[in-house]
């Protein structure tokens, strides 16, 4: 195994990814119950931890998973595409690796056969269980591609990984454990008991990953089922505001469909997209450059469709 394939868990098998989240996904109850159960011991803290890790891990998806490594939106310094690798892996959502090349089926395949989680051609012949299979059945059965990332990919992930900072690749789960650790330790310290430090764990580490997961498979599932089709495209996505809210952007899917490669995804001044906002803020620092936009004549040729 290479130093990439510690953090981004390339040398991962079907079998053991599909274990994985059957594990992960077998935490979601037992999470919900204890975050009720000790709600009483439940400080201001907790819920600052939850928001931020939240919005934190949703950033490392929606711009360092799918806009900068699966699409290659925009350039960015080495120290922050690590950045949000490492985000990404503290969701829990799976290697780097492996969600590229199911996002890459996806886009190839779009609601059709091959399409690893459609709710439009699943594998079941009731709409309600397809349904299901794109929020998250797909990733408990086995429909993960084992389509093989190309050359410019390892390319990629090889300068990030050995980017000029200090940091080296550290195994999946070390970065998923310290998405658990440092909100307990913050905690710990704010309120200065084990029980403050453990809630600290519950909300800012399991119960944020079941909320931040969900947000970001409805991109799969409701994205493609219910909302507006602003553009024509080969597929049933849709723009729902809902999901732009909850995945920071990620929902005005059928523009995302129509113009794959921008950085962009809420064109409109209406459509609220904070990962962009975030993408923008860093490109006035010299963060971020080379931000691909679909140009005017684009937009305007695509108005009325
Ligand atoms: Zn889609
Ligand atoms: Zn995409």
Redesign the pocket.
């Known amino acids: 195994m290479d130093d990439i394939d510690k953090v981004t868990w390339g040398g991962l098998n079907a079998d053991d990814r599909r274990f994985y989240n059957i594990a992960v996904y077998s935490l979601t109850l037992p999470t919900i119950a204890a975050a009720i159960y000790w709600w009483p011991e439940t400080q201001t803290i907790h819920f600052v931890l939850f928001a931020l890790m939240w919005v934190l891990t949703q950033f490392g998806i929606s711009i360092g998973y ?1 806009r900068y490594f ?2 290659r939106s925009f350039k960015c310094k080495p120290w922050f595409a690590y950045l949000l690798m490492i985000l990404g892996t503290m969701s829990l959502t799976g290697g780097l690796l492996q969600w590229v090349r199911t ?1 890459r089926a ?2 190839r395949f779009v609601d059709k056969p091959g399409d690893p989680h459609s709710p439009i051609a699943g594998p079941y012949k009731n709409i309600i269980l397809n349904f299901f299979h794109s929020h998250f059945l797909w990733l408990l059965t086995n429909f993960q591609p084992n389509t093989e990332l190309d050359a410019a990919d390892r390319r990629l992930l090889e300068k990030v990984s050995h980017s000029s900072v200090a940091w080296k690749p550290m195994p999946y789960f070390v970065v998923v454990l310290l998405g658990m650790l440092i909100p307990g330790i913050i905690a710990g310290f704010v309120t200065q008991t084990w029980s403050g430090a453990l809630l600290g764990i519950l909300w800012g580490g399991l119960l944020r990953s079941v909320f931040m997961r969900n947000g970001e498979v409805s991109v799969n599932s409701i994205c493609h089922v219910f909302g507006q089709k602003t553009y024509e495209t080969d597929d049933n996505s849709r723009d729902n505001w809902f999901c732009a809210i909850i995945a920071l952007g990620e929902g005005w899917h059928n523009t ?2 129509k113009f ?1 490669y921008s950085a962009r995804q809420g064109l409109k001044w209406w459509q609220i997209d904070l990962s962009y906002c975030v993408i923008y803020s860093f490109e006035k620092f010299d963060v971020i450059w080379d931000v691909k936009l679909p140009a005017k004549s684009q937009l305007r040729n695509n108005a009325d469709a």
Request: proline share 11%; glycine share 0%.
């Open positions: 799918h699966t699409h996002h996806h886009h995302h469909h794959p």
